[in-house]
């Protein structure tokens, strides 16, 4: 099994930024890609971006292009997501998730965090 923990969330003023961080620990060769995804009240799961652990390869959504950046961190079974020029819109729960595949598909991911809350004030 793997544990995702997701840390970073809370208030941000619109126009400022957010960085967020996760956590893997447990069967942690089990996967190769991380990812984040948002979900906003009342609508449904999207994806954010991802990176692939070994080559560092990076995969960004139309919601996070241009002003995000994912990055692995250092020495830990951790990645962080960046994200500048922040509106009420991105306001939701920002999850984590593992999987074997560079994708946007959430149906893909094997392995999720429980998600921390970011709240963009206007």
């Known amino acids: 099994q793997v544990q995702l923990v997701e840390s970073g969330g809370g208030v941000v003023q619109s126009g400022g930024s957010l960085s967020v961080s996760c956590a893997a620990s447990g069967n942690t060769g089990s996967f190769d890609v991380m990812a984040w995804f948002r979900q906003a009240p009342g609508k449904a799961r999207e994806f954010l971006a991802a990176?692939?652990?070994?080559?560092?390869?990076?995969y960004y959504g139309n919601l996070a292009k241009g002003r995000s950046t994912i990055s692995r961190e250092d020495g830990k079974i951790a990645m962080s997501l960046q994200m500048n020029i922040l509106t009420p819109e991105d306001t939701g729960a920002y999850y984590c998730?593992?999987?074997?595949?560079?994708?946007?598909?959430?149906?893909?991911?094997?392995?999720w965090g429980q998600g921390t809350q970011v709240t963009v004030s206007s």
């Open positions: 990176v692939r652990w070994k080559n560092l390869g990076t």
């Open positions: 998730a593992a999987g074997a595949i560079l994708t946007s598909e959430e149906s893909l991911y094997d392995y």
